[in-house]
């Protein structure tokens, strides 16, 4: 077949396929737009999920007659000057010359130096000529009819709503990366979002309009600056997670992007305090020299290049560590009212009243005369609360001064219940702690500590102990051997199916080989070649950790209660266990009140 040139046509069509993916695209491309052009306020109209309508209006810097003729024409920009001094978001120059292959586009806009408005019409690429419009400053741009010129493509949008919601956060997004900018959202497609400009609370205030005030109450300022590079924003609590990474909003000297070196630093930053199948909130900006990264990458402009990408990863990596560091022993607020909802009826309604047993049975007990009826409760009473399990340990009679220890952060040890969970009394509320998830964060704080120090101190076993696993199993470990022996597990092969354990981790005291060697098999085959090696020794740590704390089931005494809980407030990230979940649940006086009606 002879190689034979495209059409215009043909050639604006393939081109509008990069970059019209879906009706988000456009409205992605037209608000970036009016980003560009100075913006303050801009308006998003749209009717069958994007499809049948989009309309963009600002009140931007607008064009003159000579500027809209050119803008529809592809590669056409005010913007590029400099393909390494990128500073504006659109710059490619084919938007909107896209849109008009595929679409019924209308472009509406006035300058300041002109009396009047121009407008420019373009249907299926074909350009109709300009003529005069009123408007009275800005921009209006319209779409409507998206992809009548390529059918084809219309067979592959998803449904109305769902459209809707992908344009929907595309809003977001650009909201989030420019706070000062008012945006309406608004159709027949939809609910109304109506974004104010935050003015000078910025950042933070604009979240808790498109997060809640929940996000902002359980997050972690960011700000960290490494060789001209900054990082700013807030993260969110460890123990405040999702199952997906959706509310994961991260920018680029003002672009939101979805890049994977930023999504794998995220990973990492909070890898030794949060469950693998759990995903952080955050907000984060970079604000890096235009030379430094590569933005046209990809039509779509979601994709980004560093010139120096392990700078950038480490400044993501150390300021979210340190974050986690500074927040101390912080837990979500969302806990206590989990808890104080999950004490309500599911029926949502009061609580029924407690009906005394003789109350429901009174056969059982029998005719009694009125005088002993009132004669005989208190022994009832006092024989049924003999009946009941007493707490697995009291701490009341500890001789430190109340006042003292309550007026702690996390208050003072009252009882240990269930064997598993301690009872602190705080100065406005109680503070229940999970004590295997607290014990196993501060063992393995100090593992790591010691690692860092001087390596961790073993004990030799004075018989090896053999541990009979997978023949895979024993491959992975003894292979990874070194690594073990950094966290004073010596280990080596015992055959094709067994290793043998010849020290342990001093710190870990008495520890079940087997399982352990078990969990850290599976961890060592979910591990692919490129993890980093300290990555790999901090889930070393933590998975060593799990396995030398102190269960759920052991009594403890008042002290130790009093001890775990002052070290808990001594040692950074101690809100969450190395899984992520948290340590400790409080309840505000207030919140129990309410539960009783009492408020």
């Not at 595929?102 to 003529?131: D, M, N």
């Not at 950074?572 to 006086?589: A, D, F, I, M, W």
Request: with cysteine.
């Amino acid at each position: 077949m002879p190689i034979r040139r495209l059409t215009e046509d043909m050639i604006n069509r393939i081109a509008a396929g990069e970059v019209v993916e879906r009706p988000a695209s456009v409205v992605k491309e037209l608000v970036e737009n009016a980003i560009d052009a100075g913006a303050r306020r801009i308006e998003i109209v749209t009717a069958g999920g994007g499809a049948a309508l989009i309309r963009v209006t600002d009140d931007g810097s607008g064009m003159n007659a000579e500027d809209l003729a050119l803008s529809v024409d592809r590669h056409a920009t005010s913007k590029l000057t400099d393909l390494d001094d990128i500073r504006t978001l659109g710059f490619r120059g084919e938007a909107l010359a896209s849109i008009g292959a595929v679409a019924r586009l209308s472009i509406a806009s006035r300058h300041a130096s002109e009396g009047h408005g121009w407008e420019v019409v373009v249907e299926g690429g074909a350009l109709q000529p300009l003529r005069p419009a009123a408007l009275a400053s800005g921009t209006r741009v319209e779409v409507r009819d998206l992809f009548f010129a390529t059918p084809a493509r219309l067979k592959f949008l998803k449904g109305e709503r769902a459209e809707a919601s992908a344009i929907t956060e595309v809003v977001r997004r650009l909201a989030i990366a420019h706070p000062e900018i008012r945006f309406h959202l608004t159709g027949s497609d939809r609910s109304a979002l109506d974004l104010p400009s935050t003015g000078d609370a910025g950042l933070a205030a604009r979240l808790t309009q498109i997060l809640g005030p929940d996000f902002a109450q359980n997050a972690m300022p960011v700000d960290a600056l490494r060789e001209g590079v900054r990082l700013f924003g807030l993260a969110g609590l460890p123990t405040y997670h999702r199952a997906n990474a959706l509310q994961q909003y991260l920018m680029v000297n003002g672009r939101p992007v979805r890049d994977r070196l930023l999504m794998g630093a995220l990973r990492a930053g909070y890898a030794d305090v949060m469950a693998r199948d759990r995903h952080p909130v955050v907000a984060l900006g970079i604000e890096i020299a235009p030379q430094d990264v590569d933005v046209n990458v990809h039509p779509a402009k979601a994709d980004v290049r560093f010139r120096d990408p392990g700078l950038v990863r480490g400044l993501i990596v150390g300021a979210l560590r340190h974050a986690i560091i500074a927040s101390g022993h912080r837990a979500t607020t969302t806990g206590g009212g989990a808890t104080i909802a999950a004490f309500r009826p599911a029926g949502g309604g009061a609580t029924a009243p407690i009906r005394p047993a003789y109350a429901a049975q009174p056969a059982a007990f029998g005719r009694v005369s009125q005088a002993a009826a009132f004669a005989e409760p208190s022994e009832r009473f006092d024989a049924a609360f003999a009946a009941v399990d007493m707490p697995s340990a009291d701490a009341r009679a500890h001789a430190a001064p109340m006042a003292e220890r309550t007026a702690r952060p996390l208050g003072a040890a009252r009882a240990q219940v269930h064997g598993t969970y301690v009872i602190t009394q705080t100065e406005d509320g109680i503070v229940i702690v999970d004590q295997h998830a607290a014990h196993e964060r501060l063992v393995y704080e100090r593992l790591k500590q010691s690692l860092a120090r001087s390596g961790v101190a073993r004990q030799i076993l004075l018989i090896p102990d053999i541990v009979e696993l997978p023949s895979e199993d024993v491959a992975r470990l003894v292979a990874r051997a070194e690594e073990l022996e950094a966290f004073g597990l010596v280990v080596e092969s015992f055959g094709p199916g067994a290793v043998a354990v010849r020290e342990t981790p001093a710190l870990l005291g008495e520890v079940d080989a087997r399982a352990l060697l078990a969990d850290l098999a599976d961890d060592f085959a979910e591990w692919d070649g490129s993890t980093r090696l300290a990555e790999k020794l901090d889930h070393v740590a933590a998975t060593m950790a799990c396995h030398g704390s102190v269960r759920a089931g052991r009594q403890l005494r008042p002290e130790e209660m009093d001890a775990l809980l002052r070290e808990m407030e001594a040692t950074p990230g101690s809100g969450q266990c190395n899984h992520g979940r948290p340590t400790y649940v409080e309840l505000k006086l207030g919140d129990i009140e309410r539960l009783f009606g009492r408020r």
